[in-house]
């Protein structure tokens, strides 16, 4: 199985920071990789698939890049509603596999 | 847009059978595959497995001995077995779209359910 690795497991930030959170394949996977969002209580919610394509409806200050084995989700200004965990997900090959989540916290 | 909904148990003995159902409202069911995913603080996401509306499936091989899943389509509903359970069973059960797509390409699990606690103890 493809292993998913993220980084960092958590950080600290202030509303209107930049934050990147990466993601690292450990294989080849060409774009094939989503991005969510994960609230306290709450069922992920997809941000992000294809590596940079936003999913209706999420705002455009959150962008990925990314291909092959390195990736990054960047959110350009963190609102208050962007506290949250964030994972990454290949769709390249069966079985899907997660990276282990980047909690972001409020500085 | 779909809603997903899982019902079942949410206390279940050691080594007995998990069993989880979800229900699909609001769109087509059909033409779909649905998946299975778990979530724990030692494991974190986990892929158990999807099934297609005519019942093929595709299961993650470190549960694959113990994973079956059946679907129902006159019901719009999709359901998980997972026998001889133990602790480390332990966790949120979400059911999710498997793939979707539109005309800017293709995407994995989206919507999700909202997910159900199950214990093994």
């Known amino acids: 199985a493809v292993q998913m690795t993220q980084s960092p497991s958590s950080l600290s930030a202030s509303v209107g920071d930049r934050v990147t959170i990466t993601c690292r394949a450990s294989?080849?996977?060409?774009?094939?990789l989503g991005w969510y969002q994960q609230r306290p209580g709450e069922a992920p919610k997809l941000l992000i698939f294809?590596?940079?394509i936003l999913q209706t409806g999420v705002p455009s200050r959150f962008s990925g890049s990314g291909s092959g084995t390195d990736f990054t989700l960047t959110v350009s200004s963190l609102q208050p509603e962007d506290f949250a965990t964030y994972y990454c997900?290949?769709?390249?090959?069966?079985?899907?596999?997660f990276g282990q989540g980047t909690k972001v916290e409020i500085k | 847009h779909e809603q997903l909904q899982v019902s079942g148990p949410g206390l279940v003995r050691p080594s007995e059978t998990l069993s989880l159902t979800c229900t699909v409202s609001?769109?087509?069911?059909?033409?779909?595959?649905w998946s299975w995913i778990r979530q724990s603080p030692e494991k974190g996401l986990e892929w158990i497995g999807y099934?297609?509306?005519?019942?093929?499936?595709k299961y993650n091989p470190t549960l694959e001995s113990r994973v079956s899943m059946t679907v129902d389509p006159s019901e719009n509903q999709f359901s998980l077995r997972l026998t001889s359970v133990i602790a480390a069973d332990t966790g949120v059960y979400y059911c999710?779209?498997?793939?979707?797509?539109?005309?800017?390409?293709?995407?994995?699990?989206?919507?999700w359910g909202q997910g159900t606690q199950v214990i093994v103890s």
């Open positions: 999710a779209k498997e793939v979707g797509c539109d005309s800017r390409g293709c995407w994995t699990f989206d919507p």
């Open positions: 609001g769109d087509s069911f059909s033409n779909y595959y």
């Open positions: 099934i297609f509306h005519d019942g093929r499936t």
């Open positions: 294989q080849d996977i060409r774009s094939d």
């Open positions: 294809a590596t940079s």
């Open positions: 997900v290949q769709n390249y090959n069966y079985p899907r596999t």
